[in-house]
């Protein structure tokens, strides 16, 4: 099982659209009624904000949502408290709120998060600048995050 950021799957949708790319979106449909991709319901508001068409298609497909529990708050805590976020004051360059529970959402799943954020090949020094890749590879974090191009790889299948 894997789960979705927003950024992810509507990257998908705006770079591999359904039109051009059936069997990719036939493969991604099955992936979902099989339960093997999911997506948080952080993640799955903020689809539907930035891609309402996308968010229907999710939606149409049964995509299993993933609630905010007690344990995945109390994650986020931990994480934001990794970054050194105090009183949430987030960095604008580095992760905001909903992006430490779509982290703290796949650690507490124990699985991977698809992420289109940039990765960062200098971490900054400022852990409150860090994106979703650099705080999943976070020690304190280890959150395996993978990118829609590599979800589309690691499938090892020619569409």
Sequence with gaps: MKTFD???????????P???FPKVWGWLAAEIAAGDLTIPETAL?????????????????????LAVTQAIAQEALR??????????????????????????TS?????????EEGRQQQRPVDKRRYKIP????????????VDFL??????NRAF
Excluded: F, M, Q
């Design 107 to 115: 650690k507490e799943h124990s699985v991977p998060l698809i992420s």
């Design 134 to 145: 650099a705080v999943c590879s976070d020690p304190a974090v280890n959150v395996t995050c």
């Design 6 to 16: 927003a950024s992810a799957i509507v990257y998908g949708w705006d770079n591999y």
């Design 18 to 20: 359904i039109g051009t």
């Design 79 to 104: 994480i934001k408290t990794v970054l050194g976020v105090v009183n949430d004051r987030y960095h604008p360059k580095g992760v905001d709120e909903n992006d430490i529970i779509i982290v703290a």
């Design 45 to 65: 508001a903020e689809v539907e904000h930035n891609s309402p068409d996308c968010h229907a298609w999710l939606v149409n497909e049964g995509i299993t949502v």
């Design 150 to 155: 590599d979800l589309i790889l690691e499938a």
